[in-house]
């Protein structure tokens, strides 16, 4: 795991990243509005740690991770990974830069081509990216099955032929081919039975340590996530809600739609959990393609206020580490801060470090 002791440097950047998906209509196809998949996001990943991105289904969690890696084309806003800017980057660039950042798809089924054996899965980013000859590539190749725990034997088989625990390991031998530097972990375990999860989150956790690996890990399993990350931030309709330490989050959220979230996880403490009090949300999400004025969560917040209806809250840090998204925590902090000099308070800097 992430040592906060060592001195940290930031492999992934993010800023002010937007991913919108037009909507058009008619049959001329012309743009009639925009889906805001990813609406102004920033944050900071630090090397060696992981940060897990929870969140409903459909908030935008996989569509911020494959933007962050090219996947997507972003409509707008910076990301650097390992110091280079790569949201504008052209083709040239971007393959480049394609050993540094991997990703483990969330459906292992569906992210292997059926029609190739583990030996050429698994081979695949060595034919496309080094120039090694066939006996090094296929040295490489049964080391990296042993790395994930497979058997040597099993090269020639086919995806079919494996469990889906076993097809999530061929994906991450895979993702390791090139050594990379970050990987961004899309729910890698929503399609395993619960009993092969543990095992996959372990392997994932073992790899960090022996390779130095940073992690962004996507999950709607807020159980799992506090068990592998450093940080955690939460996300709602697009944008993030609250950043902060794993522990300080989980035993004292501030956001009430973090609250929320997590006053759904079961206890595993009969006591505990005899006592839990539920935070019912009333109404849906709101469409992604027309989002409330103001807070994304005003429609659905316990605690809105009139400001939250006409004014969106400003994601600023309002403790050591922590940053959130709310008017309740803003006019706290500006309260606190009125003896502070004007350049103190400034808060809207993308620019902030996270976690420090």
Do not use: W
């Amino acid at each position: 795991m992430f040592d906060t002791a060592a001195p940290r440097k930031r492999l992934v950047e993010v800023r002010n990243l937007k991913m919108y998906f037009p909507i058009t209509s008619g049959i001329f196809r012309r743009k009639v509005g925009d889906v805001k998949a990813v609406d102004n996001v920033s944050f900071d990943i630090y090397e060696g740690e992981t940060l897990g991105l929870v969140g409903e289904s459909g908030c935008g969690k996989s569509t911020c991770g494959r933007a962050i890696l090219r996947l997507y084309e972003p409509t707008s806003g910076s990301i650097k990974v390992d110091g280079r800017e790569i949201a504008q980057a052209g083709f040239d660039s971007i393959r480049a830069m394609r050993p540094t950042m991997q990703m483990v798809f969330q459906d292992p089924q569906a992210s292997l081509n059926p029609r190739m054996t583990v030996a050429a899965i698994i081979g695949e980013p060595l034919d496309e990216h080094t120039k090694l000859s066939k006996a090094e590539k296929l040295g490489r190749i049964y080391d990296l099955m042993d790395a994930v725990g497979l058997n040597r034997n099993f090269a020639n088989r086919y995806p079919h032929e494996f469990s889906g625990g076993q097809r999530q390991r061929i994906g991450i031998a895979r993702a390791l081919a090139l050594h990379p530097k970050f990987i961004v972990c899309d729910e890698p375990i929503a399609a395993l039975d619960v009993s092969i999860q543990a095992q996959v989150v372990n392997l994932l956790e073992e790899l960090q340590d022996r390779l130095g690996l940073t992690y962004l890990f996507i999950s709607h399993d807020l159980s799992m996530v506090r068990h592998i990350a450093d940080r955690v931030a939460v996300m709602y309709l697009g944008q993030i809600a609250e950043l902060a330490k794993r522990d300080e989050l989980y035993t004292k959220p501030l956001h009430p739609y973090t609250q929320a979230l997590l006053s759904a996880v079961p206890e595993p403490d009969p006591q505990h959990e005899a006592t839990r009090r539920r935070i019912i949300l009333k109404g849906d999400v709101p469409s992604p393609a027309n989002p409330p004025l103001g807070c994304n969560f005003c429609t659905r917040c316990p605690k809105v206020m009139p400001v939250c209806r006409e004014v969106e809250p400003e994601f600023r840090e309002v403790e050591p580490g922590r940053f959130v998204a709310c008017h309740l925590h803003s006019e706290q902090q500006e309260t606190a801060g009125q003896t502070e000099a004007p350049e103190a308070k400034s808060t809207k800097d993308p620019r902030i470090q996270q976690g420090e």
